[in-house]
């Protein structure tokens, strides 16, 4: 994707029983293939210290193409409703979806290669998860995969446009406000490019679509209501600019938006609305001869305090992360840039008018450009910043925790996960739903032949997992990879309290709920805000599915609380419009 790539990951190799390592180099040429040059013959290496362990039946392997490597890790959601989480990764020309104990639940084949993550999503709102999965290739043999929860193809499905490589992840929205999920992706059309928004039977949405895009499309897109006017948009960096379409595929206001000294490849950007104007703001990042970490208003103006240079100029994939750490509306924005084998600075942390955060930046060793998530690893109470690394020190990665308040990271971390992990990070999740949090890393091997392996970990972090344990916990902030923030906690899903479970769909909504009971017996429904106030209460008698209407209620994250004599359950949901 890239023309010329001047930033890299480091690769250690190492000499045997010598102590020290080889570091290589490894630069992300075009259409994503990774290449390595000897930079060091003799780094230290550095030990793995962790005592946090893998869940029984973890790590697995599963084969990896030889130069086109996993980014932006996995997805984890539970799509077969059996309470566990399961972990999809597609590696190579394979989708594989794991049970939590690191069993397989199914595989399917793909035509072309796979580098993202899939996209999971309940499109029809019908309490059944559907998987999008896109693929590419060189030489090119692309693919559009839309399948149900069990890995068969929807009707009209795969979609085949001239084997052309379909670029990054795709996007589940529901773009028009009918209930149902539209798929928007990105096909490469060598030099240019196309994007689509296609409905779920693979029609286009409508006439205007797909729309030319005049450089290759760099990044995955985002969806949302940008300027306030009811109407969603979708944003795109294509490698020359920021564009925002509406649904007619005509260019917003102020898009494009361009800039001589900067160019776009991977960092995918988020919309939240920063100063609560009801208006987003795109946070995303940028390489070229002066790369910048930025922030535009609806308007493609920039926010204030915005554009602020990377430092040295280098240049940064790293998609970026946006969290309410306080649950009140107030965004922290986070970013990462690639260093040398050296402690530098390298994940800065800023608040909405770019004033970098007390005790930020941080240093560490080769930087990252992988995916930022944000949890509470270590149930302090505080919130730790998790990133990779672009370093592989003898034979194993990184996974960091870095402490909010200077002081380091998180006892036991990093984490040591066999092979390289450039341009992945961390998942965080309750995957065995036992209330408890785990990691998820995705690594590879990287020989460049076919005996290579793509790497899935599950780490037992041994902390518990609360509606507020996670803020921003996969790529994009969401399996839906919308990009879409919003105030308060995110809809992740965390273990029921109480001797009963109830199904909530679908989620997030933007005007109706479908609550299904375990028995037809009396519930008190309540739904809570991010304060805790009380928006509603209701009760129902007798009754095994219900629905509550909830489209005068704020959009944001709410818990909503079902309880009777036996006990009571507790939901996250997102009100999205």
Request: glycine fraction near 10%; hydrophobic fraction near 35%; charged fraction near 20%.
């Amino acid at each position: 994707m890239k023309k010329i790539i001047a930033f890299c990951s480091l690769l250690v190799i190492v000499l045997p029983f010598s102590g020290f390592s080889q570091v290589f180099e490894a630069t992300l040429g075009p259409d994503g293939v990774i290449y390595t040059s000897l930079v060091d013959k003799n780094n230290a290496i550095e030990k793995e210290t962790t005592t946090i362990n893998q869940l029984p039946g973890w790590p697995v392997k599963m084969a990896s193409n030889a130069s086109f490597k996993n980014m932006r890790c996995a997805a984890v959601e539970d799509i077969d409703g059996n309470g566990d989480k399961e972990i999809l990764v597609a590696s190579g020309n394979l989708l594989n979806v794991y049970n939590a104990d690191g069993s397989i639940l199914w595989s399917k084949a793909l035509t072309g290669t796979a580098i993202y993550p899939p996209t999971v999503g309940d499109m029809d709102k019908d309490g059944s998860f559907e998987i999008a999965q896109v693929t590419g290739g060189s030489p090119a043999n692309g693919r559009v995969y839309l399948m149900d929860k069990n890995g068969n193809d929807l009707p009209g499905w795969p979609l085949n446009h001239s084997d052309h490589w379909i670029l990054c992840s795709p996007v589940m929205a529901d773009v028009d406000g009918n209930d149902t999920m539209e798929l928007i992706y990105n096909e490469r059309v060598s030099p240019n490019g196309h994007l689509h928004i296609r409905k779920m039977n693979g029609n286009t949405l409508n006439a205007n679509w797909p729309v030319l895009i005049d450089a290759t499309p760099s990044v995955t897109p985002s969806v949302g209501d940008i300027d306030g006017d009811g109407s969603r948009e979708i944003v795109l960096c294509s490698y020359n600019d920021i564009l925002a379409f509406d649904l007619s595929s005509a260019l917003k206001p102020g898009f494009p938006v361009t800039n001589s000294n900067t160019t776009f490849s991977y960092q995918s950007p988020l919309l939240v609305d920063l100063d609560g104007t009801g208006m987003l703001n795109i946070v995303g990042a940028t390489n070229g001869d002066a790369p910048e970490y930025y922030v535009l208003n609806h308007d493609g103006t920039y926010h204030t305090g915005w554009p602020v240079a990377v430092p040295d100029d280098n240049w940064t994939y790293c998609p970026p992360a946006v969290a309410d750490l306080n649950q009140n509306g107030v965004f922290s924005l986070f970013f990462t840039r690639p260093i040398s084998d050296t402690v530098l600075p390298m994940l800065y942390g800023f608040d909405k008018n770019a004033t970098m955060l007390n005790h930020f930046p941080v240093s560490a060793r080769g930087g990252d450009e992988g995916i930022v998530t944000i949890a509470d690893v270590d149930n302090d109470g505080q919130y730790e910043i998790v990133t990779g690394s672009n370093l592989c020190d003898g034979g194993f990665g990184f996974i960091h925790a870095f402490k909010m308040d200077g002081s380091g990271e998180a006892t036991d971390f990093p984490l040591r996960p066999q092979g390289f992990s450039f341009m992945n990070g961390a998942d965080l999740a309750d995957v065995n739903n036992d209330g408890m949090l785990e990691l998820v890393s995705v690594s590879y091997d990287q020989t460049f032949s076919a005996t290579d392996s793509t790497i899935i970990n599950v780490y037992a972090l041994n902390v518990p997992c609360t509606p507020s344990t996670v803020l921003f916990g996969t790529y994009k902030g969401s399996n839906t990879r919308n990009g879409l923030i919003t105030a308060g906690l995110p809809p992740y899903s965390i273990k029921e309290d109480g001797e009963f479970s109830v199904t909530v769909f679908p989620n997030p909504l933007s005007d109706l709920l479908s609550i299904t009971f375990p028995q037809e017996k009396q519930y008190t429904v309540s739904l809570f805000d991010a304060s805790g106030r009380v928006i509603c209460a209701k009760q129902f008698r007798e009754q095994k599915t219900v629905q509550i209407g909830l489209d005068s209620v704020v959009p944001g994250m709410y818990l909503l609380k079902v309880e009777n004599d036996e006990g009571f359950a507790v939901k996250q949901i997102v009100v999205e419009r």
